[in-house]
């Protein structure tokens, strides 16, 4: 089995819908969306959810009113502003402090200070994570609440939930939509990976978004190769791009021209190597080739 990852240095770069169409061209594959900041695979490929399971990455501290002492220690050392008395509408100061859930980061300093043993400090549900079918095989993906932290971990566990289906099922790929960017979910994305398809834009950010992408799959020793995504908006950034990439180790994996038939089939929510037979398919076709052949 072999697992590739599809990333990018920002969103927005088309990645969503090549990896869509990848899902499409592969045989015997399990999807897994990875970009759980802003998973969108799901609105392409249409998942059925088969199972449905709680995601908790983290743990929040909470106070026992009935055992505080309101002796302040906690508001004292807690660093990210977190705690703090609640002035109801009368205006009278409360007796015991409150934690505001939304600035807790869960770091537990105020449970080791609390001389009345007063505060809980318990896991909290971040999101969900579902395993699902698709017409093009099975699909792993998430949804994490607004504001959560700990992405790192939710891909963690997508990846190895997908490993686990391909195994079970004796399945030649595992596909995944990585998260953008160069932080800790990008890292959770790639981190023992078989292939990285960076996919980039022919801009100047594009250009800066790759070789930070280059550094860190260079880093992980991680055999990685580029698309550049409608390329003919800017053919001279694209030489650029492909030339600086293969200064860094990162060999061209193709161009993909712009079209508007890529948009046309996120809407009508297919991949768009099944909505047209355009030369924009031919493009993404040729790179899954170039994809086939990194893979060895
Ligand atoms: S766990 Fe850390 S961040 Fe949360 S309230 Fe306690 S001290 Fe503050
Ligand atoms: S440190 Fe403990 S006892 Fe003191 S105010 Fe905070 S929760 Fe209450």
């Known amino acids: 089995m072999k697992e590739i990852v599809v990333i990018s240095g920002k969103g927005g770069t088309g990645k969503t819908s090549i990896v869509a169409a990848f899902a499409a061209l592969a045989d015997r594959k399990v999807l897994a969306d990875c970009d759980v900041d802003a998973a969108d695979l799901h609105l392409v490929l249409n998942p059925k959810v088969d199972h449905r399971k709680d995601f908790s990455g983290s743990k929040k501290a909470t106070i026992r009113e009935d055992e505080c002492i309101a ?12 705690i703090q008395y609640p002035v109801p509408s009368n205006g009278e100061k409360a007796e015991t402090p409150y934690i505001n859930p939304i600035f ?36 792993v993906h998430a949804r994490l609440g607004m504001a959560e932290g700990n992405s790192g971990k939710l891909v963690t566990l997508i990846r190895q939930e997908a490993r686990d289906i391909a195994g079970r099922d004796n399945l030649d790929y595992i596909i995944v939509d990585g998260s953008p960017g160069i932080g800790c979910p990008v890292i959770a994305s790639i981190t023992g990976a078989d292939l990285v398809l960076v996919v980039t834009e022919p801009t100047l950010s594009g ?25 003919d908006l800017n053919p001279e950034i694209t030489e650029q791009i492909e030339g600086e990439a293969q200064e860094h180790g990162v060999n061209p994996a193709g161009r993909i021209r712009y079209d508007s038939a890529i948009t046309e089939a996120q809407i009508m929510k297919t991949s768009v190597v099944e909505y047209t037979d355009g030369a924009v398919s031919d493009d993404i076709k040729a790179v899954w080739q170039n994809v086939l052949y990194a893979l060895g």
């Open 71 to 82: 002796c302040d220690r906690c508001i004292e050392e807690c660093r990210f502003d977190a």
């Open 104 to 139: 807790c980061e869960g770091c537990a300093v105020c449970v080791r200070v609390c001389p009345a043993g007063a505060i809980s400090f318990e896991p909290v549900v971040n999101g969900e994570w579902y395993t699902s079918s698709t017409n093009y095989g099975p699909m």
């Open 207 to 231: 250009q800066h978004d790759l070789l930070r992408v280059a550094q860190l799959t260079a880093h992980f020793r991680i055999p990685t190769i580029v698309c550049v995504n409608k390329w």
